[in-house]
């Protein structure tokens, strides 16, 4: 007897229109307060799945028997096994997740932010999983994306769907949360990959800089990637505004909170680039430039279509992080108490340097788990 | 490398929940009090077969990384731990086995637990003779100097510390509760 099983992109839908459903995830307590999917209308139940082997009657009686529950584990055979049992006790609207929470870790959602100039594009593929954002912009047959994730055949079919070529890879930053697809995209498609300099001193690759002064352009002269030097999170993070009207900053500026100093080393080097960059450089910008960040933490910074974005003006209103004019409580609060850094962050930094190369398999373990990049006032 | 189990059980190759379903099976058959040592590839299994021994209340002793097989190792639950009688009456709490161990004194501990309990930690110096061996080993220990009997939690310890009085040792000491609640150095053997 096999059970319902249901795709990472199911419940990537659910979760950006906002339906309602109940998760149960079957997965040990300390991995679920770890790391769990999360959104506006979703109910979540945690029970292991070795607490139901000999029965699933301490939860069953938390859920109707016609209630859709989608079952959730690791991998997913945990959650099939489960979900049969519930299929066995009469529950009518029982799912499988299909490869589970390592799915669900490379599960992309792409969504269109907005036109460019020209008969240009811009979208914003959503990482719902691990909270990152990369960033794809197309103009006249070319397309350059930002802060490419590791699952590169998805950008590549995206681009075929759209008939672009893809010119440039381009990485706002050396990443510690997720291994990033820049560069192997870069050699299949024969473009170039842009790192910043100061992030780069260690890389085994060659790569082209990106710098103030080297404006990147898709297509025919009509959109322009500007780079900015926005140190901070890592000494050469530097941010891209894109058409005089999107401002990609990286892991420098969240939504809801601010990037983290400590990742390449440590959080007192970095803390003085990164409130001058938030607090001066930034603010020289227009307030009317739409924020559009590589991360998000809270299912709550999700707009609109699962769109994550916001006004600079605004985030000079909202955001905590931008709210410290004390520059030593500023400093306590990007230096102490730190969240725990993203799993096996220093293996990731590695691997996007070019000083190891995991397996496929050893790379999506690696990138299990939150992005934790962010820190918040 | 392997640590003496009473039982293996071959999980390799398997995906979850399966390493956990044979582990659960396989610890019905197995005497309370013994030690599994369950093999597996899956490399979730650690946290799900810690927690769930801790959920069933057996006992997970820790895991060994040989290559790419991770060995587990667990001790099912045995009821005589959980009986608070203890008769022998020559007893020595921790913080006393603590000041001797501080001291310097020259002292024989013998660590009555299986020997994988042992090898996931132990006092530095303690011997490891398990209790089911005691009735043949017990002449590898000197008759002269004090003994410190010592287990997880007092339980084992005092069968063996009574067994050694019968056998004419004349001072031995059960230390408690044990092992469970130690602070001090401890070392691993493997």
């Known amino acids: 007897m096999s059970v319902k099983t249901i795709t990472t992109n199911e419940i990537a839908n659910k979760i950006v229109n906002n339906k309602e459903t109940t998760i149960l995830d079957v997965r040990n307590t300390d991995e679920f307060d770890d790391w769990k999917i999360e959104g506006g209308n979703v109910h979540v139940i945690n029970e292991p799945y070795f607490n139901l082997l000999d029965g699933i009657e301490d939860v069953e009686d938390k859920l109707g028997k016609d209630q859709e529950i989608i079952v959730i584990c690791a991998k997913g055979g945990s959650s099939q096994m489960v979900a049969e049992m519930f299929d066995e006790a009469g529950f009518t609207d029982v799912y499988s997740l299909e490869g589970g929470m390592k799915a669900w870790s490379e599960h992309l959602e792409p969504t269109k932010i907005a036109d460019l100039n020209g008969d240009g594009s811009l979208y914003q593929f959503v990482r719902l999983g691990k909270g990152c954002l990369s960033y794809f912009i197309e103009s006249d047959g070319e397309a350059a994306i930002v802060d490419t994730n590791r699952m590169i055949d998805i950008y590549e079919k995206f681009a075929e769907e759209k008939g672009v070529q893809i010119k440039h890879l381009i990485d706002t930053h050396l990443h510690a949360d997720h291994i990033s697809g820049g560069r192997s995209l870069a050699e299949k498609v024969d473009g170039t990959y842009n790192l910043p300099p100061k992030d780069a001193t260690e890389v085994t690759f060659d790569y082209t800089p990106l710098e103030e002064g080297n404006d990147i352009v898709v297509g025919n002269t009509t959109v322009k990637v500007q780079p900015i030097y926005s140190p901070g999170h890592t000494i050469g993070s530097t941010s891209l505004i894109i058409d005089d009207q999107y401002l990609l900053t990286g892991d420098i500026l969240f939504v809801e909170s601010i990037g983290r100093p400590d990742l390449a080393g440590k959080a007192e080097d970095w803390v003085g680039d990164l409130r001058n960059t938030l607090y001066n450089c930034y603010k020289e910008l227009s307030n009317d430039l739409i924020v559009l960040p590589a991360h998000f933490s809270f299912s709550s910074e999700l707009g609109e279509g699962g769109q994550v974005s916001a006004r600079l003006g605004d985030l000079y209103e909202k955001n905590s992080g931008l709210q410290v004019d004390d520059e030593e409580e500023f400093r306590s609060m990007v230096t102490d108490n730190l969240p725990p850094q993203p799993n096996a962050y220093e293996e990731i930094r590695k691997t996007n340097m070019g000083k190891v190369t995991p397996d496929n398999e050893e790379q999506r373990e690696m990138e299990i788990g939150p992005n934790r990049c962010a820190v918040h006032g | ?190």
């Open chain 2, 1 to 190: 490398m392997s640590l003496v189990a009473n039982e293996t059980l071959d999980a390799k190759g398997l995906a979850c929940p399966m390493p956990i379903v044979k582990t659960k099976k396989a610890i019905k058959n197995l005497d309370p009090g013994h030690v599994i040592e369950v093999q597996a590839t899956d490399k979730g299994s650690t946290a799900d077969i810690k927690a769930w021994s801790e959920s069933t209340g057996h006992q997970y002793l820790g895991t060994v990384e040989d290559g790419e097989v991770l060995k587990h190792y667990i001790r099912k639950a045995s009821e005589e731990e959980t009986s608070e009688e203890k008769k022998h009456e020559n007893v020595l709490d921790l913080d006393g086995l603590r000041s001797k161990l501080d001291g310097e004194e020259n002292i024989s501990i013998l660590d009555v637990r299986e020997p994988a309990e042992y090898a996931f930690g132990h006092i530095p110096g303690a011997v490891n003779i398990p209790l089911g061996e005691l009735e043949e080993r017990f002449n590898e220990l000197n008759q002269d100097g004090d003994i410190h009997v010592i287990c997880r939690t007092g339980n084992r310890s005092d069968l063996a510390a009574q067994k050694l009085s019968e056998k004419g040792y004349k001072n031995v000491k059960n230390v408690v509760p044990g092992m469970s609640d130690w602070q001090g150095p401890t070392e691993k053997s493997n």
